[in-house]
């Protein structure tokens, strides 16, 4: 039986020329897969934590399939020109198998937890205060982008236009994107800023991580 949610991960089959490739003056091919590796499965922990959501991983490249196997998980791969499209595509997926809600997010957070997760949820149950009632949930990241974005199935009719036409990469991200979706009538909910892992400057602060790869 179908649950109500549904998590996505967007994740990538570690190979070390593709993964972390930005921390190459900091960490070995080595330490950066691992780390890789160590961050995916966190947020895939903390997907599966979820009560009333089923976990799915979105993989990259289409060949990775017989990697993901390990986590016992359904598994689909990612679709799209660019990143936007990709997300836009994993998400209607997910609605075309009926569920009513549906939250994805990256693999480079350090400190995603279930609790976060089950935030976003709790937040997509909340009717919007717009005239249309349309609700969009963002996980900000301290670099202008976004860990996490969540929709609600009766609210992804126009979700695509929130993916086109944004900078990817670049610290503009989350601020066009939020200016999508007011144009386009959502009301938004922010949830906890997080830092994300992607320059040597973001391993200042975790000790801890470094010294486990």
Not at 42 to 52: H, N, S
Not at 186 to 209: H, I, K
Request: negative net charge.
């Amino acid at each position: 039986m179908v649950k109500d949610g549904a998590i996505v991960v967007f994740a990538r089959a570690p190979e070390p020329s593709k993964v972390k490739t930005r921390l190459k003056d900091a960490l070995t091919e080595g330490q950066r897969v691992s780390l890789y590796v160590r961050l995916m499965e966190k947020a895939i922990d903390a997907a599966q934590g979820i009560d009333g959501a089923d976990a799915y991983i979105a993989f990259t490249p289409d060949d990775a399939a017989g990697y993901f196997h390990r986590y016992r998980l359904p598994a689909f791969p990612q679709r799209g020109a660019d990143i936007g499209e990709r997300m836009d595509n994993a998400l209607q997926h997910l609605f075309s198998l009926g569920y009513g809600k549906a939250v994805l997010i990256g693999c480079d957070i350090p400190h995603i937890s279930t609790e976060i997760l089950a935030g976003a949820f709790r937040e997509l149950d909340v009717a919007g205060g717009t005239t249309n009632g349309l609700k969009v949930v963002f996980g900000p990241t301290f670099d202008g982008g976004y860990y996490l974005v969540g929709l609600r199935r009766g609210d992804s009719g126009s979700a695509s236009m929130l993916f086109r036409g944004i900078p990817w990469s670049t610290g503009e991200v989350l601020n066009m994107t939020l200016q999508k979706a007011r144009e386009k009538g959502y009301e938004v909910t922010l949830l906890e800023t997080l830092r994300d892992v992607d320059t040597p400057e973001d391993l200042d602060g975790l000790g801890e991580w470094i010294l486990s790869i």
